[in-house]
């Protein structure tokens, strides 16, 4: 592409387009040189890629290459016309560059030092704020782990007294009763890992009292969910069926009871009715005799 690029330079000034020095400065800066071969480069590889493409894009580069060549005669005189204006525009955009870079140095260094120069500067600005960020985590760690420590070694010496070493002593107990219970209603299946034994009361009282009651509560769940799966793998359809034949013989004989009892409730109603009517006729009759 560069080569390209050059090659076109004395043409255009031959056939009197004017040459603009800005355009040759800003191809020379380094990171412009790498974006410019990264470009022809991949260019190459995709034309390469397949002979369809390579034909489209010679296509493409042909008419390119042939408005090109109807175009600068056309354009030449005008650009001659207004060839001071253009030169002026270009000593300012040179200018403009000249002021870039001054400001920024960088500019004319390699795209790997650019690079480099910009981690290095955002190491030395981040790495106070992620020494902080480490010392705060530790420090948290620390104190998390003395304030659990302390709160141990208070529960220990709760438990050391005397209703403590009850209320251990009482958690064994149901502990106890409760795998026997298990074994008894809930039978270990095949393949049940062995939980190794909690740590010994003498020596860490809190730590045996969680270890006995989370080790239960594996177990139990463990040996009821087995338990259930087993009986459902055990049911069949015809249990099924009468099962829900039996709620349904259950439901209609509801509906028949309710049916019944409002008809007991409505005849018992209308029964009421001529009797109170009796009642006010008699009372009508004896008015006048008593007149």
Request: glycine share 4%; aromatic share 4%; net charge negative.
């Amino acid at each position: 592409m560069s080569a390209e690029q050059q090659a076109k330079s004395p043409t255009q000034e031959s056939a009197g387009m004017p040459h603009l020095e800005v355009l040759d400065r800003v191809m020379n800066i380094p990171v412009v040189q790498s974006a410019i071969e990264k470009t022809g480069t991949t260019y190459s590889h995709i034309k390469d890629s397949h002979h369809l493409i390579s034909w489209a894009l010679n296509y493409a580069e042909a008419g390119l290459h042939y408005a090109t060549a109807t175009a600068t005669p056309i354009a030449a005189p005008i650009a001659k016309k207004f060839e001071g204006h253009i030169n002026t525009v270009d000593q300012k955009l040179c200018q403009g560059l000249d002021i870039v870079e001054q400001k920024v140095p960088m500019v004319k260094q390699p795209p790997q030092q650019i690079y480099d120069a910009a981690k290095n500067v955002m190491n030395s600005k981040l790495q106070p704020t992620i020494e902080k960020l480490h010392t705060a985590k530790e420090s948290a760690t620390t104190q998390a782990t003395a304030l659990k420590d302390i709160s141990v070694n208070k529960a220990n010496e709760i438990l050391s007294t005397q209703y403590g070493a009850m209320a251990v002593q009482g958690v064994d107990n149901t502990s106890v009763l409760i795998n026997r219970l298990l074994d008894h209603y809930f039978p270990p299946v095949e393949g049940e890992e062995e939980v190794p034994a909690p740590v010994s009361a003498d020596e860490n009282k809190v730590l045996h009292a969680v270890q006995t009651i989370g080790q239960l509560s594996s177990k139990t769940a463990n040996r009821v969910y087995h338990s259930v799966a087993a009986q459902l793998k055990t049911v069949k359809k015809e249990d099924v069926a009468n099962y829900m034949s039996s709620v349904v013989s259950i439901l209609h004989l509801t509906n028949f009871l309710n049916l019944g009892q409002k008809e007991g409730s409505n005849s018992s109603s209308a029964a009421s009715t001529p009797t109170s009517e009796k009642q006010d006729e008699k009372k009508d009759e004896s008015k006048p005799k008593a007149e």
